[in-house]
């Protein structure tokens, strides 16, 4: 694939971003292309491996290792060396619905276990991937393609986000009639409420996909909570099959004394709020600006709250992270093809350490105690370092370090420490079957629940995960719904 002799002859190149301190003054996408000649050359650095690891998307060690979805990578890597961005096109849409969405947000588990990474820096198959769905879209090659046929069965798909739409353009890709239920006044799920619009652009990208799903026949319900709006007895009655993609947002919660106060957020309904006053053009959002922020949790959630207060104009930020700071090369016993577990900062660690002059995020410590004022508002938090040591278990847990206390200054605390599972109202409604850690249960690869004709795919299924890994879960369920619909299937 590519130049024989390409990742001998070429280095690494990434393309520009926007300066952080011009960025940061507005909400628009800010990763820029590479001009095409260099794209080439990027595609000419895939080496012919004979595994390309980069394509068997699996988990090691817990963590995704090559691409959840089998996108062919080599394939289009050495179609894009050849100049043929068309076929190159065609070949990345064999696998990925909405590969403008992954070459945006996907942390890019396939270039962690690209072979070429185990002693040179990796292919930059994220770019390329990017680059190839932009270019689709430029040159007007994708485009609406409804089915030819209907098969008159009818399937509704609870959630828009990623496995939802997944689900939903794969069932109606084989002629079934879809409803996509969402409970927000938008579909897109997390891709519309969840990622900020400097990562993700809502009309240019998210909606433009939403709108040639419509003109392929999949219809959007909205402002509908499924359970509450629309009984499931309803649901089940209506329908021929049904796939649960409601997610895992239910949030985890830090119950520590001050936890009352006004002032304290979950990192979601901050990222909502502030999406959805820049999508109505409003001024109805929960604001850090002029304030003191700490954001508790060190994930990608956290990060897009630190770029999110920065574009507020907050006085001063600090991410507390529990973990301790990861090595600058990969540790011993984290070896390829695994994840690489190294430091590296994020837009919005490059973002704060433009504007306050260093990386905002504080390791191995965690928040004790909030603090408020007279009139109940947080005004700071107690804080202290920890040491992971394990207990009588062997189960490694943090300690608090004595003599590492701090108070922080704080008018504004968004917690960002994961979620916990999907939301219950409704899989209580439904009385469907639940795993020990509240998911629906459903096994991987079949995706069935406890109810016949009902199916469950992506985060409310998995748990909390990446959104290639919610493709690969909305294509999964679709395959196994139609299949349970025609007593055959020809979807991947």
Not at 87 to 107: I, W
Not at 334 to 358: C, I, L, R, T
Not at 454 to 468: E, H
């Amino acid at each position: 694939m590519g130049k024989p002799t390409g990742f001998i002859e070429f280095l690494r190149e990434l393309p520009s971003d926007v300066a952080p301190s011009d960025r940061i003054r507005n909400w628009d996408e800010f990763h820029l292309h590479l001009p095409e000649e260099n794209l080439r050359t990027q595609g000419a650095r895939c080496m012919d491996c004979g595994i390309p690891f980069c394509h068997t998307g699996t988990v090691i060690s817990g963590m995704a290792s090559g691409c959840p979805i089998n996108n062919l990578i080599p394939e289009w890597n050495d179609l894009i060396y050849r100049g043929l961005w068309k076929e190159a096109l065609d070949r990345l849409h064999k696998t990925n619905n909405f590969p403008e969405f992954t070459g945006r947000v996907c942390p890019a588990p396939c270039e962690g276990s690209c072979v070429l990474g185990i002693n040179n820096p990796p292919v930059t198959i994220k770019n390329i991937e990017n680059a190839i769905a932009d270019k689709g879209w430029e040159e007007g090659w994708i485009k609406a393609e409804p089915p030819t046929k209907r098969t008159g069965k009818t399937v509704a798909v609870i959630g828009s986000g990623p496995a939802g739409l997944c689900a939903a353009a794969q069932l109606n890709k084989t002629g079934h009639w879809v409803t996509v239920f969402e409970r927000a006044d938008r579909p897109g799920g997390l891709l519309m409420y969840g990622i900020p619009n400097m990562k993700l652009d809502k009309e240019k990208v998210v909606k433009r996909r939403l709108d040639i799903l419509e003109e392929e026949g999949v219809k959007f319900v909205c402002n509908t909570e499924v359970g509450k709006d629309l009984p499931v007895e309803n649901l089940l009655k209506e329908f021929d099959a049904v796939v649960l993609c409601t997610g895992a947002t239910k949030p985890r919660d830090l119950p520590i004394e001050g936890r009352e106060l006004q002032g304290i957020h979950f990192a979601m309904d901050f990222l909502t709020a502030n999406t959805k006053a820049i999508l109505d053009n409003n001024n109805s959002f929960i604001t850090a600006e002029g304030k003191d922020v700490v954001i508790i949790g060190g994930g990608d959630t956290g990060t897009d709250c630190v770029g999110t207060s920065i574009r507020h104009g907050c006085n001063s930020l600090v991410q507390l992270e529990i973990m301790p700071q990861p090595p600058s090369e990969r540790a011993a016993d984290n070896p390829w093809p695994e994840w690489p577990k190294v430091y590296k900062m994020d837009y919005g660690q490059e973002e704060a350490a433009a504007k306050f002059g260093d990386d905002p995020r504080a390791y191995t410590t965690t928040a004790t105690k909030f603090e408020g004022d007279e009139n109940g508002k947080i005004k700071a938090v107690h804080t202290v370092q920890v040491q992971w040591e394990k207990n009588e278990k062997g189960q490694f847990i943090p300690k608090h370090v004595p003599g590492t206390e701090k108070v922080l200054p704080a008018q504004l605390v968004l917690l960002a420490m994961g979620f916990l599972g999907p939301e219950q109202p409704l899989l209580d409604a439904l009385g469907i079957e639940r795993d020990q850690r509240s998911n629906v249960k459903a096994e991987y690869g079949k995706y069935s629940t406890s109810i016949p004709g009902v199916f469950a795919a992506g985060d409310c299924r998995r748990g909390q995960s990446l959104i290639v890994w919610a493709f690969n879960e909305g294509r999964g369920a679709a395959r196994e719904c139609d299949l349970y619909l025609m007593g055959a299937t020809d979807l991947p």
